[in-house]
C-alpha cells in the first residue's frame, strides 16, 4: 500500500523550479492512515476548474512569441511557478511572522482581534494567491488591459485612485471571491510529507477575501484584513515578488535570452519579517540587486524589442474591434460566465478567418464575429509575423523616470519632428519605459526594510542600491510604414 506521502501530493516537472508539489483529494480513510483531516477539496481541484485550465490558452510573452520562436508558454505555467515560490517564502518567512505575531499578541493582552495563524494556513493561502494572481488576464495578457479593460472603471474601493481603470487584477478578484470562493473555503492542507505542518489547525480556513486582497493591484489598504496577511502583502507588490522571482527567470529561459543568475534562495535565506513589515538582512541586498539587474535586461532585450514594439503598434488598431467582434461591447466584470471562454484560441481563431477574407464587413456590429476588412488585413500582418511597422530611428537613456523620457522625446523629436508632423500616418512615435523598483520605495513604509550587521532596521541602504542601479531604462523609436 502506497505510504500517504506519495498519496497526498502530486509532482510536476517544471524546467525553473524542478519539482512543484500539488495536493490531491484524499479519501476519508487515506485521510486517517495520513493523519490529516478530512477534505472536500485540494489544490488539484482548483487546478482542473476552467479558470484555471483557460490559462493553458494565454500567452505569457504576448506578441514577444512572434520575435522569440521558443516563447510559447503561458500563463498557466507560470501560475503553477508562482505557487511553488509563494510557498517556499512561506515556509521561510513563518517563523519569524509567528514571532512578530505572538509578540503583538502579548503587547495587546488576551483581546488579539485575530489569531495567529498556522504554518499550513499561511503557506496555502501565499501558494493558492500565486496561482490565482493572473486568474482574470484575457487574451495577449498585458495588452488586454492597456486596449481593451481600461474602457471601464475599476471596481471602488476606499483606498483606490477613483480614476482608477479596469485590470485583469480586478477580475483576478472578482473570480476569486465569485467562481472560485467555494472551493477555496475547502482547503485544509498546504504541501508537506510532516502532517503537523500539512494540516491546519483546527477551525482554520482560507477565506477568499484574503486571496483577493493579496492579488490586487495597485495593493489596497485595508485595516480589517488580519495582520499577518497585510505583513505578507508585499510579496505580490514589492521591490521583489513572487511572480516576478518566476517570470524574469521563466521567460529568460524560455526564450533563450542570457539575462544573468537570479539567487532567489539567498533572497529568501536572508529576508524575515519585522515589528514592521518584511525586511532583508544586509548580506541579502547582492542577490537582490543582481534580480534588479536580471529584470531590467528583459526589458531591454526581450519586452522592448523593437520588433515586438512594431507587433504592438498593428495589435493596437486591431485590438479593440477583434474583441468587439468575439465578446461585444459588455464589461467582462459583469459578463464572468461568457469571459470564461474568451482566450487567444479562441481570438486567434477568428483572426485565421478573418485574414482568409472570411466574415468581413465595412460596418460590423459588436458580437457579430465581423471586422472591417482594414482590421483582416492587420491580422493577416500579425498572424505572418509582417508587422506594418519597422523602426527608423531609437534612443536609449538608463536614468530616472521622468528626465529620460523628457530626453529622449526631445531627441528624437528634434531629429525626425519634421517627418512625423508632415506625415503622421506614414510615422509613430513610441516610448517604453519601465522601472525595476516600486513607485516610491522609500516612501512607502514598511516596503522592504534593511537588517544592518548592527541589528539596526534602516531604509537607507535600500535606498542607496536603487541610486547605484540604471533602474529605469526609457526607450523612444520613431517607426515607418512598410514602404517609408
Known sequence: MPHPQFEAVNLISDPVHGYIELTKRLTPDQSARAGLPDEDVAEEDLLDTQWLQRLRRISQLQSARWVFPSAEHSRFVHGLGVMHEAGLWGRALYPTLRDVLHQGTLAEGE?????????????????VAGLLHDVGHGPFAHFFDEHVLSRWPAPPHPSRDPRKRLTHEDLSQAIIERELGTLILGLRRAPSVDPERAAFAAGERIDPRWVSFLVSKPPLADPGMPLWVRRLQPLFSGIFTVDNLDYVRRDALITGVASGPIDAERLRRYAFISDRGLALYEPGLGALEMFLTARLFMYNTVYFHRTVRAIDLDLAEAFGPAFEAVFGDRNPLE??????????????????????????????????????????????????????????????????????????????????????????????????????????????????????????????PLGELLERLPAVVTVGRVYARSGQ
Open 111 to 127: 483581546a488579539s482581534e485575530h489569531p495567529i495563524p498556522s504554518e499550513a494556513l499561511v503557506v496555502e493561502t501565499l501558494r
Open 335 to 460: 459578463a464572468l460566465g461568457d469571459y470564461a471562454m474568451l482566450d487567444e484560441y479562441a481570438l486567434l481563431h477568428q483572426a485565421a478567418l478573418w485574414a482568409r477574407g472570411e466574415r468581413l464587413d465595412e460596418h460590423p456590429l459588436p458580437g457579430s464575429g465581423c471586422v472591417t476588412p482594414r482590421v483582416a488585413e492587420l491580422w493577416k500582418g500579425i498572424l505572418l509575423r509582417r508587422p506594418t511597422w519597422h523602426a527608423v530611428r531609437e534612443v536609449r537613456h538608463d536614468s530616472r523616470a521622468e528626465a529620460a523620457r523628457e530626453r529622449v522625446t526631445e531627441e528624437l523629436r528634434r531629429d525626425l519632428g519634421p517627418l512625423l508632423e508632415a506625415d503622421p500616418d506614414g510615422y509613430r512615435f513610441d516610448l517604453a519605459d519601465a522601472d525595476a523598483r516600486p513607485q516610491n520605495p522609500l516612501l512607502d513604509e514598511g516596503k522592504l526594510l534593511v537588517l544592518l550587521r548592527d541589528g539596526s532596521l534602516d531604509m537607507a
